[in-house]
């Protein structure tokens, strides 16, 4: 077997990491593996072992069994060392030809570091069980892999297993795991551990790692202004395609900018700025119009973990740089939906207009960019797939014919033609996401041993752009692609989901 393997983050003080004994799923079985198998050399191992090897049952020569330790804020409050509360890393695989593109990060690392989620508790469980449950196993597996392919930077998923044990959340579930890879998981709250119980040399060791493994060539301060960028971005395309991550606390945000930790997550169906996932923010304090305020505040707790190395009046300007970043990312992501390429001064509040628009209307937001995806300037009647589910809308003094006047007059500044901008259009605006109830469904169906289902969620999902018309009465999935049912818009989940 040709599979090396780094396990680079081992060479940081132990105060960061603690070797662990997994508790194997009872009676595991692969219910989906990925292409990311081929890619990192797995499939020379063969299948018995790679599973049991996922379960915690078996070894391969160098590879390790740790979890790390990191602190954090949740929802804004400080809440002490948290940890790998039920995560296992089996290991840094060496990937010397990784160029980062299939993260959605424009710098490789070079290595791939697989974790499994849910073979039970480790030294950070606190009062948990370090189990996972089949249901968000599969929310997590799938929606991974969606938003890859949509390019956003995320975490990718590598298989799911399912076991036979019980799993007692708000019901008795089935147990199950989740396999994932990043070039590094390496989060803001692994700073925040270091620097608020003052181990100085902890986070200097953790600095210069993060220097030398994460961002060659870079000084702390141009690290630092990497990481804003990167987290601005990755706001930026979340908010373009409705998503709301639910639970964007300090542990979860990476220093690489990669959509972290799949939870109460949702893709917004009728657009709504004050939507909130997760059923246990209460407040709304991480609802989608909050996240990029949400993002800066994160940046600002990371930051404070530098004080030591980087000038306050520094650091203060670096995370004063937050809001420019974020806006010139979310303009230029916004002008490619828009099959748009010239930058105008009330770019700003055309969008606005848009977004208000859509809210006024209770238009499903990824329904109406993949309708534009297709209109002709001047004439509605290019948008009647849009106006076939929204009837009520097409009158001459609605609110969606206004902005698509004012659509008008903006493409004609562009001087471009109609077939280059639908054309690129449909490359940005995706016919297919994750929606809620799609997860749903794929959960329902799918039992012990049969993943069918989710294969066939995960090959529409890794091409959102195509028109799959084998979608169009599907028993499971033939409401994909249209507006839902009043009764299933929208939904905010538990954060055991």
Not at 433 to 443: D, H, Q, S, T, Y
Not at 451 to 461: A, P, S, W, Y
Request: aromatic residues 10%.
């Amino acid at each position: 077997m040709s599979i090396i393997f780094q396990n680079s983050f081992q060479s940081l003080p132990r105060f960061f990491f603690e070797e662990i004994e997994p508790t194997p799923l009872r009676d595991a079985s692969l219910l989906h593996v990925s292409s990311l198998r081929q890619e990192l050399g797995l499939s020379e191992v063969p299948d018995h072992e790679f599973r049991t090897w996922l379960n915690g049952e078996s070894r391969i020569e160098g590879d390790q069994r740790i979890a790390t330790r990191y602190a954090g804020h949740q929802f804004g409050v400080w809440a002490g060392q948290l940890g790998d509360g039920r995560a296992v890393s089996l290991g840094e695989i060496l990937s010397p030809e990784d160029t980062g593109a299939d993260f959605g990060i424009s710098r490789g690392i070079g290595r791939r570091e697989v974790q499994v989620k849910g073979l039970g508790k480790t030294p950070f469980s606190r009062f948990g069980d370090g189990k996972a449950v089949l249901r968000s196993c599969i929310r997590e597996y799938l929606c991974a892999e969606a938003m890859h392919a949509l390019g956003i930077p995320t975490t990718r998923s590598l298989a799911i297993l399912a076991g036979t044990g019980a799993v007692e959340r708000e019901e008795v579930e089935t147990e199950a795991s989740v396999v994932r890879v990043f070039p590094s998981q390496v989060r803001f709250g692994h700073f925040e551990m270091a620097k608020h119980f003052d181990r100085k040399s902890e986070l200097g060791a953790l600095i210069e790692y993060t220097l030398t493994q994460i961002y060659p060539g870079h000084s702390v301060e141009s690290m630092l202004a990497e990481v804003i960028d990167r987290t601005a971005r990755m706001i930026a395309l979340w908010q373009s395609v409705g998503f709301c991550h639910g639970v964007m606390n300090t542990d979860n945000m990476s220093i690489l900018g990669l959509t972290l930790d799949y939870g109460p997550f949702g893709f917004m169906e009728d657009f709504n700025s004050q939507h909130i996932c997760n059923l246990s923010d209460r407040e709304g304090r991480y609802a989608y119009v909050r996240q990029p305020h949400v993002g800066m505040e994160n940046l600002e707790r990371l930051l404070v973990c530098f004080t030591d190395h980087v000038p306050r009046e520094r650091l203060i300007a670096l995370l004063e740089t937050f809001p420019e970043r974020y806006r010139e990312h979310y303009l230029f992501v916004m002008r490619q939906k828009l099959g748009l390429v010239e930058a105008r001064a009330g770019d700003a509040v055309f969008l606005q207009s848009l977004w208000s628009t859509l809210e006024q209307c209770r238009v499903d937001s990824t329904f109406f960019f993949r309708s534009l995806s297709r209109y002709e300037s001047g004439k509605i009647g290019s948008m009647d797939s849009f106006f076939e589910s929204y009837p009520v809308l097409r009158e001459d003094a609605s609110l969606v014919v206004r902005w698509l006047k004012e659509f008008d007059d903006r493409i004609k500044l562009e001087g471009s033609t109609d077939s280059a901008r639908i054309e690129g259009m449909l490359q940005k605006n995706p016919k297919f996401v994750l929606k809620n109830p799609v997860a749903g469904a794929v959960i329902a169906a799918t039992g012990f041993s049969e993943g069918t289902l989710i294969g066939e969620c995960l090959r529409v999902l890794q091409s959102p752009f195509e028109e799959h018309p084998e979608m169009e009465g599907h028993p499971h999935f033939g409401f994909w692609a249209r507006p839902l049912p009043e009764a299933l818009k929208n939904r905010a989940l538990s954060c055991s989901s």
